[in-house]
C-alpha cells in the first residue's frame, strides 16, 4: 500500500510529528478534490484524458480516486470518481523552471486507481482508445474506450522523498515524500 503526503510548509525546518487529515477536503461548488492522490502541480502546460463511463469493465465506486504518473513515477494528474463521465488534467512540464514538475511531451503516462474503501490500489490497463493514447502531448486529447484493472503492489524502492518546490524557498514550500503505509511522520 502506498501512501502520498503533501505538505505545505511555513518554514524551511522540520521538527515533531506531522499529521495531515484531507479526508473531506471540498470547495463550496461541491467539488471533491483528491486526497489520496493529492498534491499535484499546476504547470501550466497540459493534456486532457477523457474516461467515459462506458470504458469500465468494472466501475469504480464513487468517492475513489484516479492518479495519472510519469515514468519516473510522479504524480501528475489525478481527480475523484463520481459514477459519471470524468477527465483528468494530466500536468506537462514548465519548460520556464529548471526543475522537472510535470510530463515530458512524446512520454508515456500511466494511470493508478485507489479504491477508498478497501484502502488498495490498482493499475488502470486502457486496452483500446476512442482517440489518442498514452503518450503526453501538450493540449492533446485523449478519451479511453475500454479499461481493465489489476493488482498493484509497491515497487521495493517505496520511500522517496522529492524535491521541494518552489526552490530557493522564501516564505512557502511544499515537500512531497512517499512511504510504505499509511502513519504519522517526523
Known sequence: MKTIKTLFLTSLILTGTIAVNLSNAQDLSGYRYPVFYAG???TGNNMTLGIPLQSWETPPSPGDEIGAFSEE??????TVFTGEN????????????RNK?????????????WRQEKNIEEIIIVNAWLEGDDIYDVNGISVTEKIGLKPWSVPSASYRLEQNIPNPAKENTRIEFFIPESGNVT
Do not use: H, Y
Not at 513515477?73 to 489525478?78: A, H, Q, T, V
Not at 470524468?86 to 523552471?97: Q, S, Y
Not at 514538475?101 to 486507481?113: A, E, H, P, Q, S
Open 73 to 78: 513515477g510522479k504524480l501528475i494528474g489525478s
Open 101 to 113: 514538475d510535470g510530463m515530458g511531451t512524446g512520454k508515456k503516462f500511466t494511470l493508478r486507481l
Open 40 to 42: 499535484v502541480q499546476n
Open 86 to 97: 470524468l477527465a483528468v488534467t494530466i500536468w506537462g512540464d514548465d519548460e520556464t523552471t
